[in-house]
Nanobody
Framework: QLQACGGRLVQAGGSLRLSCAAS????????MGWFRQAPGKEREFVAS????????FYTDSVKGRFTISRDNAKNTVYLQMNSLKPEDTAVYYC??????????????WGQGTQVTVSS
């Protein structure tokens, strides 16, 4: 089970850190990803991290602004979001099972947390 939190209303240029806590003892066995879905749009890849945390991947629009990290001792993955833009507004989902950019490669999904960036 994945529980995402940290989303809220923030002004453009601000920062947020999303957290996703996983239950169970196999967290370190899974690659983890963050996706987002804006109203009327498909769910899109944002960032992912390998099981060990050695490798990270980002969609072009967030490179240099967002950082994904994980703490396997705490069964938690994070998404630090800086220099937020109104176009970052979406429901953000964490997912487990892969470090792929593809939605269907993930086995488990959190419930989503709303991020709203005002201009």
């Amino acid at each position: 089970q994945l529980q995402a939190c940290g989303g809220r209303l923030v002004q453009a240029g601000g920062s947020l850190r999303l957290s996703c806590a996983a239950s169970g003892r196999t967290f370190s066995s899974y690659g983890m990803g963050w996706f987002r879905q804006a109203p009327g749009k498909e769910r899109e890849f944002v960032a992912s991290i390998t099981r060990s945390g050695d490798y990270t991947f980002y969609t072009d629009s967030v490179k240099g602004r967002f950082t994904i990290s994980r703490d396997n001792a705490k069964n938690t993955v994070y998404l630090q979001m800086n220099s937020l833009k109104p176009e970052d507004t979406a429901v953000y989902y964490c997912a487990a099972g892969s470090s792929s950019v593809t939605v269907r490669r993930y086995d488990y999904w959190g419930q989503g947390t709303q991020v709203t960036v005002s201009s």
